[in-house]
């Protein structure tokens, strides 16, 4: 079993990270996440961060890239609940946070995967999109 | 091989008033001990009450020189000391390693340059994130990266 528990909701994957991840713990995560969505073919993923009380370049990345892949699978990213700090510690960094989808928690991010999906359809898996 | 020195507002403070509360040495000898260092950083800087950013900082910095003292410099160890100025707590860490140094030192601390296809963003970034730092290093001898964050009022 996975330290980080993955929920189905309907085509919705919920994820939250209540652990510390260390690079190995991140890297795994990465790989069940995108398991998971080919398994279920869910349409979107919130990942649920407020958890998080350090990220740094190397989890930051894992996160990110995850994202972007689970993009490439037909699958929306919005990654929830970033705390003040974090999000100040990696803007001061300069990470490279375009692409990445976020909202204030995970009811937010929750409703913005719903909002996506009556709207724009660009992306998503044939079939699946709401009319 | 003269070694090259990077440092910036270190000259503030006099340092003959700094007084050195405690240190910790932690070896940086596999990639657990990345996680260790930086739970040290994190528990320090709460126990001497740095606010929730600070903290952050000064804990993804460590995070960010240990992964490059274990990736790049095939490991060695942080020292942590802990500070007191005459007014303010401070935490130092200081990581050391015996590896190939950089050789480029401008180059590293520019931003968005890795050696490992990687963001480029650990040494400008740690840098960015606290009050002083010095690297020194030199090829074939090794690196050593020191920081000091201090606790704001
Ligand atoms: N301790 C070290 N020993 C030898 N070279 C180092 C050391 N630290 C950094 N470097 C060199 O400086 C470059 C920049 O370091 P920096 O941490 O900014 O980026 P990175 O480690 O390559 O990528 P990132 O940290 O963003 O994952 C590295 O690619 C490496 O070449
Ligand atoms: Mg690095």
């Known amino acids: 079993m996975s330290p980080i528990p993955i929920l189905r909701i309907g085509t919705t994957l919920?994820?939250?990270?209540?652990v510390e991840l260390d690079d190995a713990l991140a890297e795994r995560l990465q790989e069940d996440v995108?398991?998971?969505?080919?398994?279920?073919?869910?349409?979107?993923l919130v990942v649920d961060i407020s958890g998080l009380e350090t990220v740094d370049s190397y989890v930051a990345r894992i996160l990110a890239d995850t994202g972007r892949m689970a993009r490439l699978m037909g699958a929306d990213t919005v990654l929830a609940g970033m705390r003040p700090e974090v999000a100040a510690t990696l803007v001061r960094m300069g990470f490279p946070l375009e692409g990445v989808r976020a909202a204030l928690d995970l009811d937010h991010g929750l409703a913005l995967l719903a909002h996506g999906r009556s709207g724009a359809t660009?992306?998503?898996?044939p079939g699946r999109t709401a009319p | 091989m003269r070694p090259?020195?990077?440092?910036?507002?270190?000259?503030?403070?006099?340092?003959?008033?700094t007084r050195l509360l405690?240190?910790?040495?932690?070896?940086?000898?596999?990639?657990?001990?990345?996680?260790?260092?930086?739970?040290?950083?994190?528990?320090?800087?709460q126990a001497y009450g740095f606010d929730a950013?600070?903290?952050a900082a000064i804990t993804t910095a460590a995070s960010e020189l240990a992964r490059n003292c274990w990736v790049h410099g095939g490991g060695g160890a942080a020292v942590v000391e802990e500070l007191y100025d005459g007014t303010r707590h401070g935490l130092a860490m200081e990581f050391r390693d015996t590896g190939p140094g950089i050789g480029d030192v401008e180059?590293?601390?520019a931003g968005g340059h890795s050696t490992t296809r990687s963001l480029g963003l650990?040494?400008?970034?740690?840098?960015?994130?606290?009050?002083?730092f010095a690297l020194e290093t030199a090829r074939g001898e090794g690196t050593t990266v020191r920081i000091v964050k201090w606790k704001r009022f």
């Open chain 2, 22 to 45: 405690g240190r910790h040495e932690l070896p940086i000898a596999c990639e657990a001990d990345i996680v260790l260092v930086r739970r040290k950083a994190r528990s320090l800087a």
């Open chain 2, 107 to 109: 180059w590293a601390l």
């Open chain 2, 53 to 55: 950013f600070a903290t």
């Open chain 1, 14 to 18: 919920l994820c939250s990270v209540h």
């Open chain 2, 122 to 132: 650990g040494l400008s970034g740690s840098r960015r994130l606290v009050d002083e």
């Open chain 2, 4 to 17: 090259v020195e990077v440092g910036h507002r270190g000259g503030e403070r006099a340092p003959r008033s």
């Open chain 1, 34 to 44: 995108l398991g998971t969505i080919e398994r279920t073919g869910a349409t979107g």
């Open chain 1, 122 to 125: 660009e992306g998503r898996r």
